[in-house]
């Protein structure tokens, strides 16, 4: 009976811990995921959402100095370098499309791609407005150019800015929600965490009552030894 009994005991535990071992083994992959995924949020973050967020702020900058040089330009009623201005012009266009080609490699949800193409498109109009400002200044119809680049051209550079304001938009919201997922892993991480504290804290009273056990069916037959023993005497 007793060792029947032991036996009993001895597989309930085996079951008991193998079902523990097994939920400890699960909850290990689970917080591993999470923290690969905390992981992978704080990188989109960093190389998808902080870098082009820069690249916008370099854009503004380069479309902006594009506008102040030209303007510049026209005040002098022709009489500025033409050289030079087409220079100046012709660096920030370089910038503009290398900083577009590095916000391009960067990942773009739909909605964002949609937004970075209508601002392509604008900008390869703005530079076909400022060459027809060049043209006709060059050709000696410097108020036509003046009013192409207040009218047309105005637009055209609002449409630009406008376009630069939906993508910082863009990203902010992405941000949000790479932020909000995070925070959810973290929290899931914790309770895992608290979970295989407490499968610990299980396995730990289960050995102790396994120890209580075996001192409570060895006792027995330790005081029947003794009661054989003075009997014989």
């Known amino acids: 009976?007793?060792?029947?009994?032991?036996?009993?005991?001895?597989?309930?535990?085996?079951?008991?811990?193998?079902?523990?071992?097994?939920?400890i083994i699960l909850a290990t992959l689970l917080s591993r995921r999470n923290m690969e995924g905390i992981d992978k949020s704080f990188s989109s973050i960093y190389q998808d959402r902080l870098i082009p967020a820069t690249t916008i702020i370099y854009l503004t900058e380069n479309l902006y100095g594009k506008r102040l040089s030209l303007e510049e330009y026209l005040l002098t009623k022709g009489a500025g370098n033409k050289s030079e201005i087409k220079a100046q012009l012709s660096a920030h266009n370089q910038n503009i499309d290398s900083l577009i080609g590095a916000f391009e490699k960067t990942y773009l949800v739909d909605e964002e791609a949609k937004s970075l193409t209508a601002f392509k498109t604008e900008v390869l109009r703005y530079e076909a407005l400022e060459k027809s400002v060049l043209n006709l200044c060059s050709s000696g119809a410097q108020e036509e150019g003046r009013k192409l680049f207040a009218?047309?051209?105005?637009?055209?550079?609002?449409?630009?800015?406008?376009?630069?304001?939906?993508?910082?938009?863009?990203?902010?919201?992405?941000?949000?929600?790479?932020?909000?997922?995070?925070?959810?892993?973290i929290a899931s991480f914790g309770i895992i965490s608290f979970l295989q504290i407490g499968l610990a804290v299980v396995i730990g009273l289960m050995l102790l009552v396994l120890i209580q056990n075996s001192a409570i069916i060895n006792k027995p037959k330790i005081t029947g030894e003794k009661n054989q023993?003075?009997?014989l005497n």
């Open 151 to 185: 009218g047309a051209g105005s637009n055209t550079f609002k449409n630009t800015i406008t376009n630069l304001n939906e993508l910082t938009n863009i990203q902010s919201s992405i941000g949000k929600d790479l932020m909000k997922e995070s925070k959810s892993d």
């Open 229 to 231: 023993y003075f009997n």
């Open 1 to 23: 009976m007793k060792w029947s009994f032991v036996i009993q005991q001895k597989m309930k535990a085996a079951l008991l811990l193998g079902g523990i071992m097994a939920l």
